[in-house]
Every structure is written in C-alpha cells, then in structure tokens.
C-alpha cells in the first residue's frame, strides 16, 4: 500500500506528460490506419465507392483511436499494476467517478449521432434504391417507371438458381452485364426462384433481389474495367458458383458491342452450375439433396467464363 | 444465532420446498436422472453443452478444411452448405445457450441467497429438452437428403424448397429442434425472472445485486419478449414446408421477407441474450482479480436495461439490402448505434476497475482480459456494420462472419470459460490445475486471433459468406483462419484434460479459494443441496465493496466458520 501510494504521488508531472504523448501517439497511429485502410478495400469502380471507403477510413480512425487507447491502458496496467506474488492486498477503493462517467457516456453518443447523421446524407446522395413493386406469381414482371432520371436502361438483370442473364432494352441477351462508364445505368432486379442478392464489390454495392417482387435500381460505374459480380444471398447448393463478370467499356465500346451482339443468334450461356451438377450425376449423384440447376440460358452474348478480373 | 431477520421481498414458503432426491452429493448417477437440484441442473447444461461443443468444432474444422483452397474440393458442396448450417445451429442452440443456462443455474440461487430455482421441476424438464432436441437435429443428418442446408438463418424460399419432396426431411427437423428449443428456453426464462424477483435473500434490494444477477434479469426478460416471435415464425414455416401453406411462399401470395423481420427480432435479441450474461461475468471477476470495487456500479447495472430495451428495436440492420426503405434504413441505423453508449459505458467502467488494482493474472483473469480485448475489436466492427453504406458493401461478407465470430467465440466463449474456471472450486470443491489453464489460454487467443482476425480483409475485399469455393485472391486470408481453426482444435485438449483430472483428483478447494466478495463465496465447496438452508444472509452494502469498510453481510464471521465447518 505504501509503496503504491509513494509511486502515485512522485509521478505527477511525467504522467500528465506520458498522458499527452500516448494521446499524440495514438492519434497519429489512427490516422496512418485510416489513411491505409482505403487499400483493404477492392478498386473504386462506381459513384458509390469513394462514400463508402472515405466512410470506412473515417470509422477505421475513430475505431483505431478508441482500441488503441482502451487497450493501451489495459497494457499499461497490465504492466504497472500487477500484484507481486502472495500480495493479496486491496487496490484503490474507488467506487465511481459520476463526472467521468458522465463524459464516457456522453461523447460516444455524440459520436455515433454524428456518424450516422453523416451515414443519412450519403445515402440521400447515393439513392441507388428505386421502387419495390409486388406482382403476382408466374405473372408477367411488371413494367415500373423508374422516377429518378438515369441515362442508361431499363436492363433486366434475372437470377436464377444458378446463373445470371441480362436482357437490355433492344432485346439483346447476354451472360455477362456490360454497361457504359460514367453513365448512371439503371436495372430491374427480378428472381425466377429463391433470393438471390446482386454484390459487385468494386462498386461497393449490393442489393437483394425479392421473388415475387421487382426492384429497381440505379448506379453509376465510374472506371472500366472487369469486375465480378457475385451472387451475396445464400441461395443453394452452387450459390458459390453463381458469378458473372461486370464489364464496364467506354461508351464507343459499349454502343458497338450492342451493334454487334444484336446480329448474333441466341446460343447457351454461362452456368456453371449446370456443369457441375452433370458431374455430379455421372459421378452417381452422391452428396445431399439438391434442387436441379436452372438450364443454360438462351443469349446472344455467351460471354467468357474464366475472364480474368480486375477485381 | 443470527440476528433479527428483515425480510424484504422474500417468499418464506420457498425455503421450505424440499429436496425431492434422497442421495448424498457424491452419487454421480444423479446427473443422469431428472434431478431437480439447481447445481445439478447446471451442471448438466454445462457438460452436455461442452460435448456439442466438441461436435460443433469438428464440423468447424471440416469446414476449415473444405476453405483452405479456393476450389470445392473436399465436399459436394451440398454437404458443405449441410455442415456449416449444422455448425451454426449447434453452436448457438445446443452449445451456447445450453452452457449459459448452467453458469445461470448455477449462480443465481447462492448468489442470491435462495435454496432453489423457483420451480425446480419446471427446470429439469428445461434441461431434459435439451438432449431431446439435440438427438433430433443430430439425427437429421441421417434421414434422406442430409441435415437442413439452408442456413442458421433457414430464409424460404430456400428453406422450404425441399428437393426430394418426402415428408421428413432435414428442414423438418431443424424447425422441430428449433422450436423445442424455444420451448425450452421460454420455460428456463419464466423460471430465472421469478427465482431472481422473488427470492433473493433479506437486504438484497435491485441495487445491492451483483451485476451477473442484473444482466441475467435483463438477458431473460428478452428471451421472454422475443422468442414468441421466433417460434411463432418457425410454425409458420413448418406450415409451408410441411402442408404447403403461403406465409412465405410466393405461390399462394406470401411474402419471403415477412420471415426475415419475424426471425430477426428475436434472433438480434438473442446475441444480447448471449452477451449479457458474460457481461456480467466480466463485472464479476475484474474485481475480484484487481482487487478494487466495480467502477460505477450503478451505471453498470442500468446499461444491461439500456441494452435490453434498445436490442429490441434494431433488428433490421440485418435487413438493410432487401428493399427496405430509406427511412427505415436510416432509423434502424441510429437505434443501431444508440447501442454502442450503453455498452460502452460498461467497456469503460471496466477499464476503471483494472486501472490502479492489484491484477492476479489467474487462468479466469486473462481469459477476461482477452475477451475484453476482443469485445472491444468486435464492437467497432458492429459500428461499422450499423453504418448503412459500408453494410452495403460488406454485408453478408466474411467481414459479417469476423465480426460475430469476434462476440460469439472471442468474446463470450471467452467470458464463459473465465466464468467456467473461476466457479470450478466452488461447485465441484476441486482446484483446478493453473498452468495448464494458462496453456488453453494462449492456444485459445493465438487460434482464435488467427482465425477471425484475417478473414475481415477477406470481407472487405468482396468474399461472400456461406460459400463453398471462392476466387484465389482470397485464399491467404482463408489459409491463415484455417491455421487458426486447428490450433483452436488443438486447445481443447488441455482444457478437457484440466477438467477431467481436477475433477477426478484435483487438490481440495476451500469455500473463498479467490478472497471473492459475493453470497456464493460464503458457501462451502460444494455448496450443500440447499446452499444456505435455514440461515439465509442479511445483505448490507452491494458486492465489490473491496479496500472499503463495508461488510457485505451481517455478522459474516459466523458464515466463513460455518463454511469452513462443514468442509
Ligand atoms: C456495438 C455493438 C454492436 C453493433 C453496433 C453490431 C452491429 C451489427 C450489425 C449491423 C450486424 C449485421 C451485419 C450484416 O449482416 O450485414 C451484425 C451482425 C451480427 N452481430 Fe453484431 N453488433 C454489435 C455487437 C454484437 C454483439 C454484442 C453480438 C453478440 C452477442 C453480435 C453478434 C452478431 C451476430 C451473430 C451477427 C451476424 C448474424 C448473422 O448474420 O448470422 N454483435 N452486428
Ligand atoms: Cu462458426
Ligand atoms: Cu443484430
């Protein structure tokens, strides 16, 4: 007890002085961590990345700086304050200090009002979400007029279990989703069976798609590239094998590539799925049980299954 | 003998109820009969749930195994989707909730000065469900088309697709288990929420409460308000799946989404209904092993409210892709993070406590210390997840998996072994062996760290969860937690070792081997079948009163003798 109080009393001034130099030291850790934290994260691929990654770096700074400082003081006393061996003397009595835990309960609320407020007002900015509409099963998907302005669209993105299909206002089909850059595309998210949920991770966003209900959504890509799209939502047995690739070409591109697609006859696309499940068959259909994958899809654009990625 | 008894709030008629079980403590086959004894009970929980969690950590390891590279090599990946939704729902309902429900029976009768549960028999049937409802889920591994594979989660469509068409099938009976489960869970509430309200010990006004007995309040009361949801959701699905009815099935107008919102907000409460009561096992134990008294008891006691009320109006951030509106979005959102104050006020208060103590670095402290490290970890990751654009991204990723693997395993696996070494002397009357508990304690951070840390990047860069096989930029991240999963494997041993050879013929524990404040340590070890039997404590101050001049009972000297007299 002596020798405690003793060590508290000597070190007041080089403690305040550590105090400031952990605090300094910590902030500028943070802040190296949020400012590396934008390379944990894919290539920025769409109007929405660069939100959502300076959100996430803003969240790694204020996220370092509390971890850092909670366990920096658990290290400290870890270091400082451990009792010698057999000492099974009493700490400190303190049972509570209302100030303190007045600031502790009132800054992390500010703070969390504040990333939130932020949160609200980016995805005001973003609005890639459109109407959810219902319809009647096996009925004919409903035409919704998308009420914000777009550039590019309606394309048709169906799910299925398991392969994707893309069908573009001129009718063409296509195994892969190719869209224009810098142009705000917009889609109708539809389902033929289960929820399947639309994720290309370069462009940071990811929208369930709902049977029995059509979605519409708007997005702007913003670098070209090849980008996967993965299916996000379980969806059964080859869910992990239900990806496609995204294409993003200049708009020259683009409008040739429709040119040139329309001309093509429709031939069987991309389904991985099918595939593996016809080795499976040969191999005597062993393993649990499975619904039979969706057969290949008709289209114009067969698309290339092993394109390499950009990310 | 003792003083005049003030009795508060205290049902005399309870201590009368008498042990229906004739035999002496030492008759091992009373853990195989429907005993009715509390510290039985608990110990039943305790042991069936450590078993599921060595049948949840095999399948864990398969799944370890089938993700160490990037292709679908080691399982169809039907049998892959069967056995990590098997991992999931046996980790939650046969290990988790099972092992709290013991440390709860064990705890709360000599925490509180009671004899009993309040409705003994109520609670050997809630225990009995358990083996019950485990041998059928098990069993689903066997009937035609293998164990349910849609998910913890078991969203329709995709849950009640029900590919071969035959009436028992594996979702079948993975509803039934669920909702014996519920059943199970519901009536253990019923019998928590009374025994705590009704029978603690004269003086024990709600603030002279240890904080465990708070969060096992607040946890149980949520079990009360959720579960009817989930069971009912559950029903609804039997229907479907079962006689083709349309809650959910589009066919006949139903709506798939409808389920989601029924399963979340009961299954959001749920994690706190994990959290909480480790919450109260850490607020427990950083006192005793720093020797100071818990910082702003009061605060902390009120946060586990805080944390109730709030768990039960957040569920939909784990809907914020599905087509939910934006307002709803951005609310869910703030009541989301509104979470983070009330928590954070029991992280600081901990921090308090440590901060000048005297830290005795035993087995149960570090495990404490740990789970506090990652607790931290894991809360900010729940922040970053409440925040709706970077849900967007992350969302249903392997960022989702880190994060709760950072509460579930890293965080309240962690608390309950703490909880689980700490009152080892006193319920079985054994001391434990320390090094080889410090030996399970470096495995278990060192595996656990390796498996979850890594896998957030795997998140971020866009790998989704569930998966089979996965493009090879991700198979680092994967590699590295698959290390991680076996060198977790490898730390069962000494625990089950230390278990094992402690109980059987470790030293003689004495009643306080810890110099612990609280009801229980007044106790011998073991504590007789009626722990206090007719000389029930008078409370005076709350516990932790630790370097304070505040007795926490009258006239304790007379329960240390009386403890030491019958060892
Ligand atoms: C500061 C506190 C926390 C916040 C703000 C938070 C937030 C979130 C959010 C937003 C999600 C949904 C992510 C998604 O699916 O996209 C989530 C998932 C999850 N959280 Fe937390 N969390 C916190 C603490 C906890 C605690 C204490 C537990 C457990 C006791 C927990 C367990 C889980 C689980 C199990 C999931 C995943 C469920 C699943 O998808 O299977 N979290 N958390
Ligand atoms: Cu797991
Ligand atoms: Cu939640």
């Known amino acids: ?311 | 003998m003792k003083s005049a008894m003030t009795i508060v709030n205290y049902d005399p008629r309870l201590v009368q109820s008498k042990n229906p079980y004739p035999k002496g403590p030492n008759d091992w086959k009373r853990f195989f009969s429907f005993n009715t004894d509390a510290k039985v009970i608990g110990i039943q929980y305790i042991v069936t749930a450590l078993f599921f969690l060595l049948i949840g950590g095999l399948l864990a390891m398969l799944i370890r195994g089938e993700l160490i590279t990037p292709p679908s090599d080691l399982f169809d990946p039907t049998v892959y989707n069967g056995l990590y939704t098997m991992h999931g729902t046996i980790m939650l309902f046969l290990f988790l909730f099972p092992i709290l429900s013991g440390l709860t029976n064990l705890l709360v009768p000599p925490m509180i000065g009671a004899p009993d549960m309040a409705f003994p028999k109520l609670n050997a049937l809630a225990f009995w469900l358990v083996p019950v409802f485990s041998i059928i889920l098990l069993l689903s591994f066997f009937v035609p088309g293998g164990p349910a594979s849609s998910g913890w989660w078991s969203y329709p469509p995709i849950s009640i697709q029900n590919p071969l068409g035959k009436m028992i099938n594996g979702e079948m009976l993975w509803i039934i288990a669920i909702s014996l489960s519920g059943i199970s869970s519901i009536i253990g509430a019923v019998n928590f929420v009374t025994t705590i309200i009704r029978m603690r010990a004269p003086g024990m006004g709600f603030f002279k409460m240890p904080i465990f007995i708070w969060t096992v309040l607040a946890a149980q009361l949520l079990q009360l308000l959720g579960l009817p949801a989930l069971t009912g959701g559950a029903i609804m699905l039997f229907f479907d799946l079962t006689f083709g009815t349309s809650f959910f099935r589009i066919e006949g107008g139903g709506d798939p989404v409808l389920f989601q919102h029924f399963f979340w907000f009961y299954s959001h409460p749920a994690v706190y209904v994990m959290v909480l009561p480790v919450f109260g096992i850490f607020s427990e134990l950083f006192p005793v092993y720093s020797r100071k008294p818990l910082f702003g008891y009061k605060f902390v006691a009120v946060a586990s409210f805080g944390i109730t009320i709030l768990s039960l109006v957040v569920w939909v951030h784990h809907m914020f892709y599905t087509g939910t509106p934006m307002w709803m979005r951005n609310l869910f959102m703030f009541t989301t993070m509104l979470i983070a104050v009330p928590t954070g006020v029991k992280v600081f208060a901990w921090i308090a406590t440590l901060w000048g103590g005297n830290i005795r670095l035993t087995t149960p402290m570090l495990f404490c210390l740990g789970g506090l490290f990652n607790f931290i970890f894991g809360g900010i990751t729940g922040v970053m997840l409440a925040t709706v654009p970077v849900d967007i991204h992350v969302g249903n990723t392997y960022f989702v998996v880190a994060h709760f693997h950072y509460i579930i395993f890293n965080t309240i696996a962690f608390g309950i072994f703490a909880g689980i070494y700490h009152w080892f002397p006193k319920f079985t009357g054994k001391m434990f062996y320390e090094g080889l508990g410090k030996v399970h304690f470096a495995l278990t951070f060192i595996g656990a760290t390796l498996n979850w840390l890594p896998l957030h990047w795997a998140g971020l860069l866009g790998m989704p969860r569930r998966v089979a096989s996965y493009d090879p930029e991700f198979a680092i991240w994967n590699v590295l937690a698959s290390i991680g999963a076996f060198i977790l494997g490898v730390a069962s041993i000494p625990f089950i070792l230390n278990m094992v050879s402690s109980w059987v013929r470790g030293k003689s524990a004495p009643p306080n081997p810890w110099k612990a404040i609280g009801l229980e340590w007044l106790l011998p070890s073991p504590p007789p079948h009626e722990n206090f039997e007719e000389d029930i404590p008078t409370v005076l101050n709350e516990p932790y009163c630790y370097g304070l001049d505040k007795p926490f009972v009258e006239d304790e000297q007379f329960y240390v003798e009386k403890s030491l007299k019958k060892h």
Not at chain 1, 211 to 237: N, Q
């Open chain 1, 1 to 311: 007890m002596n020798t405690k109080i003793r060590r508290i009393k000597k070190s007041g001034f080089s403690k305040t002085f550590i105090i400031i130099f952990a605090v300094i030291l910590n902030i500028i850790l943070s802040l190296l961590m949020g400012y590396w934290s934008y390379s944990w994260l894919p290539i920025q691929a769409s109007e929405a990345a660069h939100y959502v990654d300076n959100l996430f770096a803003f969240e790694t700074t204020i996220g370092t700086f509390i971890f850092l400082g909670c366990t920096g003081t658990m290290a400290w006393i870890l270091v400082f304050n451990r009792a010698p061996k057999y000492d099974e003397s009493n700490g400190e009595p303190l049972e509570g200090n209302l100030k303190l835990e007045i600031i502790w309960t009132l800054v992390p609320l500010l703070l969390v009002l504040g990333i939130s407020t932020y949160s609200t007002s980016v995805n005001y900015k973003l609005e890639n979400l459109g109407s959810k509409i219902k319809y009647d099963y096996g009925a004919e998907v409903p035409f919704v007029e998308e009420k914000k302005v777009f550039d590019y669209g309606p394309i048709d993105v169906i799910s299925r279990q398991w392969n994707w299909e893309f069908v573009y206002p001129n009718g063409i089909h296509s195994s892969e989703l190719h869209l224009p850059v810098d142009k705000k595309s917009n889609f109708r998210l539809i389902t033929e069976d289960v929820i399947h949920s639309f994720y290309v991770p370069a462009f940071r966003l990811k929208q369930d798609i709902i049977p029995g209900s059509v979605i519409t959504y708007s997005l702007t890509p913003t670098k070209e590239g090849v980008f996967r799209l993965r299916d996000a939502m379980f969806s059964g047995a080859y869910f992990s094998e239900n990806q496609t690739n995204v294409i993003v070409e200049s708009e020259e591109i683009f409008y040739k590539w429709i040119k040139e697609t329309v001309k093509k006859e429709l031939q069987n696309g991309l389904n991985p799925a099918g595939s593996l499940y016809q080795k499976r068959l040969k191999n005597g259909n062993r393993g649990w049980a499975t619904v039979k994958p969706a057969p290949d899809p008709k289209v114009n654009d067969a698309g290339i299954k092993s394109r390499p990625h950009d990310s």
